[in-house]
């Protein structure tokens, strides 16, 4: 495109923003100011408004701006496995540019009547997910967690424990350590030939980070629909997202709704989650993103939003009893693992799964009875030992087992503290596992 | 529609998804226009006009658009198609049909019909030359699916016609013109099977709006019995997330009593939409055996569609579901979920700088969901037939707080409430619907009142009340207990707590996934009814505290063995007869000790 024209008189510059007198630009169009990354925010007749990713610091009004013609966009094909790139989708590894094939990354959606009902588990070995809070591939579900928890460990393990063809690390705001830790696991995994990062570190513009979910998953769609692949997008942190959505929108002069967050930000979030798929071909998309919590409060708009779209949330949580961190049944969910628990897994999985949350809740109620001063029941205490053994046995994120076995501990303890009128389980199970 | 004269314009600015065209003419608000991006035409709606410059909202990302780009005025407002064959389709927010559409993903401007009209049904005419005829008569039918599709003079015809000619029963294209009307100055008005109507108005083809009477059958206990939902009813689902509002919206959709079923999923995962999509074709319908698939309409504007589009999505829904009941149907249309409605409204009253309400909302988003809400009801053609349209709209209050606007104002808008508990979701007590929040207006009304009384006895509401109250009861007890402690309470307490209990794990709490238990007819709600309140009122005397819960445990664990066992089944008799020996016993060794002591 040696016909571009460069303009050189910029008529505006805001903390964001520059504007200028330009012909023939088009809406969401990338463009170099003074060679730093913009994109067309808004157009009124011939005045166009840019958004300059990092800043109009030291931006003099007679900057060199050239528009590029097209929105941001990724070049896809078998050479990204492997491969670290920055939210431009440029190499951060000296490696070549990839030469595949251009897309706009944020394509449109996929039709509903196309996508497949997702019905294939995915199994992680760990306990307090697979027992609880069965994972299936297609699915978009976050962690939800403060950030002293131990997220980047658990979601690198789930990662390298998932069966899955491709990975794809879109990182936000991640702290240069954990970018390293990300690295170091995947290479003393063997897994790096698989794995395609787009990183946004912390010492990286904010507002750069907006680009990189929609690259990670423009990748991702490469491989899930051209080759068929089982791909998982790991998202960390989608916080780290939506406050660079406030950013902008507060510089665009928008009125903010809930917790200074841009009235749009359900939309915006669902469009990245909702790029999680099973397509009729076989490949999928599964999202696992990170949402980190401020003090546990999920009430704010960003985890409140994201539990609208994802389906379900996995809570991480210091267990005082056991001194573990654990997969938190009450707040925890996956909603689609109705598609497979008791179909995929052994029949007996819903109602053991749900019997023994049910007995979790006497266990906490009687801690609450003990912590008031209260003298405990027989039951009380039974339930209370219960809980520790179901914390210590299966919920603890460092315990990792099969389904089967998950299962056949707890009938164990079921049989150990209960009777079975106390644990109310179809009879046509108790008959079969009751010991 | 295609208008030589139409308006015409130009693109001057660009703000996402709301752009400024220039018109070379006249144009309407609410007017569709279309946007020319690089050949492909984008859809778009005039929301505000300031001297020639209209300000339209875009159905479609705006990437891409140019200053200067080209723009056609269409000349109408956003219409529905409406004809035979809309049954067991599946739209997009703005009724175009996902299934014809082409490729994995929905591509900008790939805008397909909402039904065939080159498709022929057999019609049968019901009328006579001569007659006179006004918007939403019946001219005759045809057999959409195993329903009775009513063929209506089009709803925008305004005052008397007569019936000019019609055809002979015989197969048609659904676009061939089938009757002539001409009214008294001699103005002719052809009639096909497909009309159009602009989703935003209400259909209002009826004679009168009486109050809604009957029950609406949805086979969960909980709803059935303790805040039934009527035909012609409103009701909404305030939840935050994760605790059961979809699965609970679910089980309506497929087991309510009602001719035609509308899920409008509105700003919400694609997933869920899948799962219909996947199951209902395989799954029958409760009430006439055909497939679940045959009665259901899916509008589906999920949440990464555009935003503007699920705006509309609702409104097309309930167009449909009017155009439905104006043939005398029972319509139920779900719409999951209205908060994602309210939301679209926000983003664009943003972007129109409009001054904003609480948290950002429009100022007259109370106005705009009551008015929405109003067009359900239960009514009385003027043939004399009726029909019906039930709305229950969901609710996703942010952060869980019932007091947000959209709560409030829905509130203020439906007449029953079906309050999700997050408690009740965390401690896996589905539907997780909390009796004592919850309500149905309807209770209260005499027609039903009347009306129900006369299938399940005279004195059921007067049990429905014994119900909430032994269920009040239970939670005072529940509180006192954990002040007081266990052993600082009365013996009575305990049982008062463990009566509630009863109540709550077997006739509230029901297993969406067992396939007997997940529904249960009217029939067999007032076998359990009964039969609870009697074991309750049983008379139980315990010795100490620690001896209620074993009894009543080993009670709720027999009644849910029940509720698993098809009704009246041998099997389910003899829980049922192990059931009663217990009561008994515990009743006569109880009374014998009683005895003794005195």
């Keep these: 495109m040696s016909l571009n024209k460069i303009y050189t008189n910029l008529s505006k510059i805001t903390k964001s923003t520059c504007t200028l007198f330009a012909d023939d630009v088009s809406y969401g169009e990338l463009a170099m100011v003074d060679n730093r990354p913009a994109q067309v925010v808004k157009i009124m007749d011939d005045e166009v408004t840019l958004q300059i990713f990092s800043g109009t610091e030291g931006l003099p009004t007679n900057a060199e701006v050239i528009f590029t013609g097209k929105p941001p966009t990724l070049r896809v094909g078998d050479d990204l496995a492997g491969r670290f790139f920055n939210a431009f989708g440029h190499p951060l590894d000296n490696g070549p540019n990839p030469e595949g094939k251009e897309v706009t990354i944020g394509g449109p959606s996929v039709n509903p009547i196309r996508r497949k009902m997702p019905s294939e588990l995915l199994a992680t070995g760990i306990a307090g997910i697979d027992l609880n809070n069965t994972l299936v591939t297609g699915q978009k579900i976050p962690f939800f967690t403060d950030a002293n928890q131990p997220y980047n460990e658990v979601m690198s393990l789930v990662a390298m424990r998932a069966e899955t063809d491709k990975i794809i690390l879109g990182g936000m705001g991640l702290a240069n350590d954990d970018f390293l830790f990300y690295k170091q696991v995947f290479e003393n995994a063997g897994a790096s030939h698989k794995i395609v990062s787009f990183i946004n570190t912390t010492e990286d513009p904010p507002i750069e980070r907006l680009l990189i979910p929609d690259m990670a998953l423009t990748a991702a769609e490469y491989f899930a629909l051209e080759k068929n692949e089982k791909v998982l997008v790991l998202l960390t942190d989608m916080t780290l997202y939506a406050d660079a959505l406030s950013i902008v929108s507060n510089r665009m002069d928008q009125i903010p709704s809930k917790d200074s967050m841009p009235g749009s930000l359900y939309s915006d979030l669902a469009r990245i989650y909702e790029k999680a798929a099973q397509f009729e071909t076989g490949g999928s998309i599964t999202i696992i993103a990170v949402t980190t919590l401020s003090g546990g409060d999920i009430t704010h708009a960003i985890p409140d939003n994201t539990g609208y779209i994802t389906e379900g949330q996995l809570f991480l949580k210091h267990n005082t009893s056991i001194n573990k961190v654990i997969i938190d049944p009450f707040r925890s969910l996956s909603r689609l693992k109705n598609n497979v628990i008791g179909k995929k897994t052994r029949a007996d999985h819903p109602q053991v799964m749900n019997a023994a949350v049910r007995l979790y809740v006497d266990a906490v109620n009687a801690q609450t009875k003990l912590e008031n001063g209260f003298e405990l029941s027989d039951y009380d205490q039974r339930a209370l030992q219960f809980s520790f053994d179901y914390a210590e046995k299966l919920l603890a994120i460092d315990v990792v087992t099969d389904t089967q076995e998950m299962l056949d501990i707890l009938w164990q303890l079921f049989a150990k503290y209960f009777s079975k009128d106390e644990v109310s389980i179809k009879t046509s199970f108790t008959d079969l596992y009751w010991k | ?598």
């Design chain 2, 1 to 598: 529609m295609s208008n030589n004269n139409a308006t015409k314009g130009k693109v001057r600015g660009i703000i996402a998804n709301l752009v400024l065209v220039k018109a070379d003419g006249p144009f309407m608000q609410n007017e569709i226009c279309y946007i020319i991006r690089n050949e492909v035409k984008l859809m778009a709606e005039v929301i505000k006009a300031i001297g020639d410059v209209a300000y339209v909202q875009v159905f479609e990302n705006t990437n891409g658009i140019k200053s200067g780009a080209d723009v056609v005025f269409s000349g109408h407002l956003l219409e529905a198609t409406l004809g035979p064959g809309i049954l067991s389709s599946n739209y997009d927010g703005l009724l175009h049909n996902l299934s014809t559409m082409t490729g994995i993903f929905i591509q900008p401007g790939d805008y397909t019909d909402t039904i065939d009209i080159e498709k022929e049904w057999y019609f049968t005419p019901t009328i006579q030359i001569g007659k006179r005829v006004q918007a939403g008569d019946w001219l005759g039918h045809v057999t959409e699916k195993s329903l009775i599709h009513r063929i209506m003079i089009p709803f925008i015809i305004e005052g008397f016609y007569t019936l000019k000619d019609i055809v002979a029963e015989g197969s048609y294209k659904a676009s061939e013109t089938i009757a002539i009307l001409v009214n008294d100055k001699g103005k002719e008005f052809t009639v096909t099977m497909v009309q159009k109507w602009p989703v935003k108005k209400a259909i209002t083809c009826f004679n009168e709006k009486p109050r809604p009477f009957k029950l609406m059958e949805t086979g969960i206990r909980t709803i059935d019995i303790m805040s039934p939902m009527l035909m012609g009813g409103t009701g909404f689902i305030p939840g935050p997330f994760g605790s059961g509002k979809t699965v609970l919206q679910q089980g309506i959709a497929r087991q309510a009593e009602a001719d035609v079923v509308i899920i409008a999923a509105c700003g919400e995962r694609a997933n869920e939409i899948v799962e219909t999509f996947t199951e209902f074709p395989k799954l029958d319908d409760p009430w006439t055996g055909k497939k679940l698939m045959e009665r259901t309409v899916i509008i589906a504007n999920t949440s990464n569609m555009p935003v503007a589009s699920r705006e509309a999505s609702i409104y097309s829904a309930m167009t449909i579901g009017e155009y439905y009941r104006a043939m005398g149907h029972n319509v139920l249309l779900l719409a999951d979920s209205t908060s994602r409605w309210a939301q679209a409204l926000r983003e664009m009253s943003n972007r129109m700088e409009e001054l904003p309400g609480p948290d950002a909302f429009p100022m007259d988003l109370p106005a705009i969901i009551s008015n929405y809400y109003s067009r359900a009801g239960y009514v009385k053609l003027n043939n004399g037939e009726a029909g019906s349209v039930t709305f229950i709209g969901t609710v996703s209050p942010a952060g869980g707080n019932l007091k947000e606007p959209v709560t409030e104002a829905t509130k203020k808008a439906a007449r029953c409430f079906y309050a999700l508990s997050q408690n009740r979701a965390d401690s896996k007590r589905y539907p997780a619907l909390d009796p004592v929040e919850s309500y149905s207006k309807y209770l209260e009304y005499q027609e039903f009142r009347k009306n129900i009384e006369d299938d399940l006895g005279g004195d059921w509401t007067a049990k429905v009340t014994k119900l909430k109250n032994y269920l009040r009861k239970g939670v005072e007890c529940a509180d006192q207990i954990s002040i007081l402690g266990d052993d600082g309470v009365a013996l009575e307490t305990h049982v008062q707590y463990w009566h509630a209990e009863v109540i709550d794990n077997v006739l509230l709490q029901q297993d969406a996934f067992d396939l007997i238990d997940a529904r249960t007819p009217q029939e067999r709600q007032k076998f359990m009814v009964n039969h609870i309140l009697a074991t309750l009122e049983a008379e139980h005397v315990f010795e100490s505290f620690e001896d209620v819960r074993p009894f009543f445990k080993k009670i709720i664990n027999i009644y849910k063995q029940m509720n698993y066992k098809s009704f009246k089944t041998e099997e389910f008799e003899q829980f049922r007869s192990s059931l009663e020996a217990l009561i008994d016993e515990k009743n006569n060794h109880n009374t014998s000790k009683i005895d003794s002591v005195v």
